[in-house]
């Protein structure tokens, strides 16, 4: 990508309502376009960043033969009305609207109930399971606190996994494989080091559920842990009976803030029950669905990486989900004239600063914009048939042979 020729641009100021460093950051950079509180736009760079991170999310799951759907946004209150909740009491608020030929739809604030309904047409029997779907999807709540950029939004990018069992044992068993794929996920993101996996409440089935949090100071959730043990747990779970169950006494716990970039819940009955998700088993007797549920945080990931490895100069990607792998600079004629020449042969994974502008606002723009390396070519470095490359990480800066880049 030719910066020249992107209508990016970089900012010197955030917006004034935006407090949050992941917002301030990602809007000076030219990631994103703040609407209002909790609403924000994914622009080109932003949009990659995206685009990698579900990727990443997407090839796990389909080596555990999870299927991709893309379900509607607008809901009908039926199913809903049928758990009771379209009434604001369980899920985060809902934004409704009125239809026009009279009646109520809500933007959907997740899809245990929509996914549920629908594999009705498609469940009958033990034969047609286990199956596990899922999407990337937008999600529409209605947040008392949209504060913190893209950690929180009122619309925001989940990604939503369900699947369906004909036993305990088999749900049991892919929960465990989600763990793992989750783990895989987050390292592959490179905050595999700071997400841990946490006790968390867990509704009325399973005592338990299981969240992923990244430490992380800004984070919107207390957490306790204790590294020896390997035990985190959530402030919500923080009780005697708890702490017996995971040997552990509150002396030796530590608190600390984290976000919650994903969750996951064994649902047994809880949809399928009231909603009618039934098959027939081997002794043709008819059974009720188990069902399990598994989110991930997608737009809350950007946000969540942003914070983690941003410093005093702007933002730091991980290779992994860095829109482009390299930031190239010219300067001079000769030096511009090896950028165009290294450029044309790995166009698509670089960002090249080919604007009229100082070089020293082409460095400082390439350290707020956070690729893993800038990439710079001048007389200085063609004197050495070299090109200067710097990382964004360490800030390391080494001359490459042109014939070794
Ligand atoms: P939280 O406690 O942070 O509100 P939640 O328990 O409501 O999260 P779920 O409904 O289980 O979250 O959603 C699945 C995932 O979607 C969460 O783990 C989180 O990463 C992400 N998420 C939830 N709410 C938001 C939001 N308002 N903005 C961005 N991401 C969100
Ligand atoms: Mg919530």
């Known amino acids: 990508m030719r ?60 080596k555990l033969g999870c299927e991709e759907v893309l379900m509607s946004s607008l809901q009908n209150p039926e199913p809903w009305e049928k758990t009771g909740r379209f009434s604001d009491q369980e899920v985060d608020i809902w934004f409704k609207t009125e239809l026009s030929s009279g009646g109520v739809l809500g933007l959907a604030p997740t899809h245990e109930e929509p996914i549920t309904e629908l594999l009705k047409s498609y469940v009958s029997s033990y034969r047609d399971l286990p199956l596990y779907i899922y999407q990337f999807q937008t999600k529409f709540r209605n947040e008392l ?5 893209i950690l929180r939004g009122r619309e925001f990018l989940m990604k939503d996994l369900y699947s369906f069992h004909a036993s305990e044992a088999d749900l049991d068993r892919f929960y465990a494989e989600v763990e793992n794929a989750y783990r895989r996920i987050f390292a592959r993101l490179g905050i595999g080091d700071s997400t841990f996996e946490t006790f968390a409440s867990g509704g009325i089935f399973s005592k338990y559920s299981h969240e992923f949090q990244t430490f992380l100071p800004v984070g919107e ?61 081997e002794e043709n007797s008819q059974k009720t669905v188990y069902m399990g549920c598994y989110g991930i945080g997608v737009s809350r990931l950007m946000g969540v990486i942003a914070e983690k490895f941003a410093d005093e100069k702007g933002l730091v990607w991980p290779e992994s989900v860095a829109p482009f792998k390299y930031y190239l600079v010219g300067i001079g004629e000769n030096g511009v004239q090896a950028a165009e020449k290294f450029y044309a042969s790995h166009e698509h994974e670089t960002f090249y600063d080919d ?10 723009d390439s350290e707020l914009i956070g690729l893993p390396y800038r990439i710079v070519f001048s007389d200085k470095t063609l004197a050495e048939n070299a090109a200067e490359l710097t990382s964004r990480q360490t800030g390391k800066t080494e001359l490459i042979k042109i014939s070794d880049l």
């Open 355 to 364: 604007r009229d502008v100082r070089p020293g606002e082409k460095f400082a």
């Open 145 to 149: 606190r949209a504060k913190s950029g």
């Open 221 to 281: 959730d207390t957490v306790y842990y204790n590294a020896d043990k390997s035990i985190v747990l959530n402030k919500e779970v923080l009780n005697e009976e708890v702490l017996r169950d995971l040997g552990v006494s509150r002396k030796e716990l530590s608190e600390t803030t984290a976000a919650e970039v994903g969750n996951i819940f064994k649902l047994k009955f809880k949809y399928s029950e009231p909603l009618g998700l039934k098959y027939i088993d």
């Open 3 to 62: 910066f020249s020729k992107t209508f990016l641009k970089t900012l010197r100021g955030a917006p004034k309502d935006e407090i949050a460093r992941n917002g301030a950051l990602l809007t000076r950079a030219g990631y994103i376009h703040k609407e209002m509180a909790g609403v924000y736009d994914y622009l080109p760079l932003g949009l990659k960043v995206i685009e990698n991170i579900k990727n990443i999310i997407r090839d796990e799951l389909n």
